[in-house]
């Protein structure tokens, strides 16, 4: 049953990439034939311009990218949180014990850090209108990155301007440590129980989190040349934040800090002014208490 299962996945892999193969072909073909002579001679060239700028960085050069990662596939230590296509992005820097989901969620609320929305087209149009003219959205959702071969399971927020506008935030987003059914990633599992396993017990899970801070500065993606933040290269900061908004709430049981590697610096996606983001090569691993405490209540953010 399960090399049954295996096989299936693997052909409906195969379908999925000769499709994007198959679409970027297009894409390619129609911008540079048919739609640039059309828009050529009928729209204004600030607009063409603008147009073949939206056209290149959002769904041609994403496209092709995709289509050379058929062919060159990376492989990396689980270090940090990648794109969809397999970039590096955001670096796994903190872990937190829970008795579960819930308790998870309603520590982080307490401590003053609002649960994302799930990206979805309506999430993603009232996000882009407060990024746009600058309005509260605290909950905004996130693009997605992906770790042990799945998007997070839920990330947290925490506004750092008045306004509370996703222009400028701290965020992390966790992933549950299990045991993955693709058995590609399963050694990024390995890596990471290896790491925590002395700390688990029983009825207790375990959320990998990779913490970073977005700022209002307007940044560029260097692969593509899409808009998006600059990064505070900082990234050991936006965890003990995070450690200490939950030490404040009485949320925190212990914390303990491994080795994950030897500290290391990368670029990640965006033209950063700041350098690259700097990590110390450490997780801390927090564990929460059993319950929420009767001292944090009436700690919840404002809406």
């Known amino acids: 049953m399960y090399n049954n299962l295996c096989m299936i996945r693997v052909f409906l892999r195969t379908l999925w990439r000769l499709f994007i193969l198959l679409a970027g072909v297009v894409l390619v073909w129609f911008t540079i034939f048919e739609f640039f ?23 041609i050069i994403p496209t092709l ?17 990648v794109t969809p296509d397999g970039w590096p992005s955001d670096p796994v820097n903190i872990a937190v014990i829970a008795p579960s989901r819930e308790q998870l969620k309603n520590s982080m609320e307490r ?29 905004a ?7 042990f071969g799945r998007p997070s399971d839920i990330g947290f927020q925490k506004p750092a301007n ?12 966790f992933w549950l440590l299990e045991e993955p059914e693709d058995e590609k990633h399963l050694h990024h599992f390995d890596f ?15 959320w990998i989190g990779a913490a970073i801070k977005d700022t209002n500065i307007l940044g560029i993606r260097w692969r593509s040349g899409s808009l ?46 700041g350098g ?17 405490t009767s001292a944090a209540l009436g700690k919840l953010p404002k809406k």
Not at 254 to 272: K, L, M
Not at 276 to 292: A, H, K, M, N, Q
């Open 111 to 139: 401590a003053g850090w609002y649960t994302a929305d799930e990206p979805t087209v309506k999430t993603g149009l009232r996000v882009f209108y407060a990024m746009i003219f600058n309005k509260p959205y605290p909950e």
């Open 192 to 206: 990471w129980h290896k790491k925590v396993k002395h700390l688990l017990g029983f009825e207790k899970q375990i």
């Open 228 to 273: 998006t933040h600059q990064i505070s290269p900082d990234t050991n900061a936006e965890r003990d934040l995070i450690i200490k908004d939950l030490s404040g709430v009485r949320q925190v049981k212990t914390v303990d800090v491994v080795a994950a590697g030897e500290p290391f610096s990368f670029r990640g996606q965006t033209i950063n002014r």
């Open 276 to 292: 690259p983001l700097i990590c110390d090569g450490t997780l801390s691993i927090v564990e929460l208490r059993g319950r929420v």
């Open 65 to 81: 990218i995709r289509i050379l990662r058929l062919f060159d596939k990376p492989n990396h230590i689980p270090l940090y949180a």
């Open 162 to 173: 008045d306004k509370m506008t996703p222009r400028s935030r701290h965020h992390v987003r």
């Open 141 to 147: 959702p996130f693009s997605q990155l992906y770790l």
């Open 37 to 59: 002579p059309y828009a050529d001679v009928r729209l204004p060239a600030f607009l063409v311009l603008l147009l073949i700028y939206i056209a290149f960085v959002y769904v």
